[in-house]
């Protein structure tokens, strides 16, 4: 099974800043622990200093993520504690991949989130509980058998 960490990088940053991106090691760790046959991809662990990118291989980067999303991944997830357009643009193309989506957001009433997430969970300490108790396991296993 092949995971991709979907999140927030720059949001409504409007520098050559991030928002902190300690969430994917936090994640990443967990879902190896619970799936350790998967491979997990973290976007931002391959491209750290994607600030400094010249535009063209920034764009070959975004555009190659986004096309990864809507074809070779089982399941995305997504942090989202606030908006990020990158994330909706992730969601979306996983979406149209039919790959589960799992996002942690307090967003709920927020259209990308309500209407593209299969399970939507109020902030990483719900989610991180919820992939250790085996309850992600559970509902990924009946998706997968649903498709």
């Known amino acids: ?17 991030l928002h902190a991106q300690d969430y994917r090691k ?10 350790p046959n ?15 990118y010249a535009s063209e291989i920034a764009k070959r980067v975004f555009l190659s993520h986004n096309r990864m999303c809507g074809t070779e991944i089982d399941v995305l997830i997504a942090f989202v504690p606030e908006a990020s357009m990158g994330t909706a ?5 996983a979406w149209q991949n039919g790959s589960v989506i ?7 009433t927020n259209w990308v989130i309500k209407f593209l997430s299969d399970v939507c969970y109020p902030d990483l300490d719900s989610f991180l509980r919820s992939l250790d108790s085996g309850e992600v396991a559970d509902f990924i296993g009946k998706k997968v058998l649903e498709k």
Do not use: C
């Open 102 to 108: 799992l996002t942690i957001s307090p967003l709920t």
């Open 38 to 52: 998967s491979s997990v991809y973290d976007p931002f662990e391959h491209n750290e200093d994607s600030l400094n």
């Open 26 to 35: 936090q994640i990443k760790t967990s879902i190896s622990r619970a799936f």
């Open 89 to 93: 643009i992730e969601m979306w193309e």
């Open 1 to 17: 099974m092949k995971f991709f960490i979907a999140g927030i990088m720059q949001g409504s940053k409007i520098g050559l800043e």
